[in-house]
């Protein structure tokens, strides 16, 4: 049960405290080089701890002394900026476990504060450039990216949707205990509903950003491509709460078919009345890139290239399965586009943006196999997965970087700087950066650390190696 499994994570220490305090009311905000927030002692409350040395990751050789800096770029994945109030939403699915998790978050309401946090944290670290990996909206609804959008280009943010004011599954008299309520529950947050709820100015990037789209930019809920039917519920005043007790996928039901029967009204379910916003209808692709400033090509896939400084090329390749599902689709069209963009590189090193992974995607091994026969590819990045990882590619060499989600613990964005090396190479260093937990924000690291389905039991953060590290590489054969 979530409330009880909060309850547990908090521990006594942490509940004498006081839960509802700000116990780290000067967070360290930026490099994790400097200071990170941890949680020493293991009673569920983060406090300000060292910061991580960059550890030297030497599979693929290379080395030498660092002599010049090439560019500098950081990455933000997986915002989800959503509206929680939306009747085309699923959280009840989550309990179900497996493929329909994580669903629903107790920080939920706070997505569109964390990613300002997170803006702010980067430009203090001043980038050459940001790319946006994907999933910067929750469920392909209009609302959701224009607040995602305005975030990151500054300007006065409105998170509230239907009528002023919360209306939704976390609500005071919601008696369904599988919801965290931050008026009853611990940790108690009296007012946090209405306060989320609140118009923000946001000060936008001070640096070009690049969105690359992912399958919740795209597809309701991740899953399902939009239908009139699930139009309809996501402009509608009619709120599911919780499926029949009776109802239960079975092992073979997939997250896709299982959010379309729902969102379609094809399963018996407790639902609400709530007050309906014609804003929260889902976008097409092609009305999401129109509100991006973006144009497609390949039948509107928005791959692209862009220049980080005058030594380094971003090429971004938009893998979402139109067809639904949350897995990556790469195409042959994209296969060669891919190779004649490496071609046109030139001299230039080059990073390689998706939202899935490569490695995850249909067709994406053609997609590396194009990397492995270009000579200048530093970094195949990505999100998606909501997990820190690092791999070498020996096949490249080049190395395969995943970033953990800002919706999910340990709600940081990654920092990239390229330099040369006295031995002919480069390396490119990266570490994480810890949003600056200003006002609510903090209260949303507080909650998805100690949330029991996405939080700490799932290792989100990673290893050391995958967070803060030097990849070396050696010099190019060209």
Known sequence: MMRAAIAACLGAAALAAGCGADRHADPPPG????????????????????????????????????????????????????????????????????????????????TAQVLAAAVRSLNRLHPQAVAVTGDLADNAQANELDAARTVLTGGSVHPDSGAAG??????????????????????????????????????GLETPWYPVLGNHDLLAQGEAPPTPAIQAVATGHRLVESLDPGVRPNAHTNAEAAVAAVLASRLPERTRTVPSDPARHLLSPAETLRRLGRRGRDGGRLDYTFDIGASVRGIVLDVVDRAGGERGLVTRAQVDWLRAE????????????????????EGGEAALSALDAAPRVVAAIAGHRHRNSITPRRSGPYWLVETASLVDF??????????????????????????????????SRELAYLDAQGGRPRGFAGRPEDRDARLWLPPPST
Do not use: K
């Not at 200071?35 to 693929?60: M, Y």
């Not at 390229?418 to 260093?429: E, M, Q, S």
């Open 166 to 203: 919360y209306a939704g599954v976390q609500e005071t008299d919601n008696p369904d205990p599988f919801y965290y309520r931050p008026d009853n529950d611990p940790p108690r947050h009296p007012g946090l509903l209405d306060a989320a709820q609140r118009a923000f100015d946001a000060p």
């Open 31 to 110: 490099s994790t080089r400097v200071a990170t927030l941890v949680d020493g002692d293991g009673d569920g409350v983060l406090e300000r701890g060292p910061g991580e040395p960059l550890r030297d990751r030497s599979e693929l050789g290379g080395g030498g002394r660092p002599i010049a800096t090439l560019a500098t770029f950081a990455q933000i994945t997986d915002a989800h900026v959503r509206d929680e109030e939306s009747p085309a939403r699923v959280p009840f699915l989550d309990r179900l476990g497996g493929a329909f998790s994580p669903v629903f978050r107790p920080q939920e309401a706070l």
């Open 342 to 361: 490496l071609r046109r590189a030139g001299r230039r090193y080059v990073v390689v943006l998706s939202h899935q992974p490569l490695t995850r995607s």
């Open 410 to 443: 340990p709600q940081q964005a990654r920092f990239f700087r390229l330099v040369r090396t006295a031995g002919g190479g480069v390396a490119l260093d990266t570490w994480m950066v810890d949003h600056d937990g200003a006002g609510l924000a903090a209260v």
